[in-house]
């Protein structure tokens, strides 16, 4: 079993900046596929951005040029560095680790961009 816990969020005024930490639990996390996922209100859940195990990344339309996803690998951690953010960022975000066919997810963290 994975425990995932995200944080980092909070409220920031229309071209802010934040950044969302997600922290695994494991001894392979060099091994995990890790994704920030977000779902606003009344919306599916969608991918913001993706980490793989060979360090590439993808981002979804609305997230590329602005936001940036990391990892640590010596902290079992992965980042997303989110600029010039816009109100129709705000959403709850999900951090997701995929491992051995199976997914784990954290509980959330609130983004709300707003001034």
């Known amino acids: 079993q994975v425990q995932v816990v995200e944080s980092g969020g909070g409220l920031v005024q229309p071209g802010g900046s934040l950044r969302l930490s997600c922290a695994a639990s494991?001894?392979?996390?060099?091994?995990?596929?890790m994704g920030w996922y977000r779902q606003a209100p009344g919306k599916q859940r969608e991918l913001v951005a993706a980490?793989?195990?060979?360090?590439?990344?993808k981002y979804s339309n609305s997230a590329k040029d602005r936001f940036t996803i990391s990892r640590d690998n010596a902290k079992n951690t992965v980042y997303l560095q989110m600029n010039s953010l816009k109100p129709d960022d705000t959403a709850v975000y999900y951090c997701?680790?995929?491992?051995?066919?199976?997914?784990?997810w954290g509980r959330g963290t609130q983004v709300t961009v707003s001034s």
């Open positions: 997701n680790a995929h491992f051995a066919s199976s997914d784990y």
């Open positions: 494991g001894n392979s996390f060099r091994f995990y596929a």
């Open positions: 980490t793989g195990i060979g360090g590439g990344t």
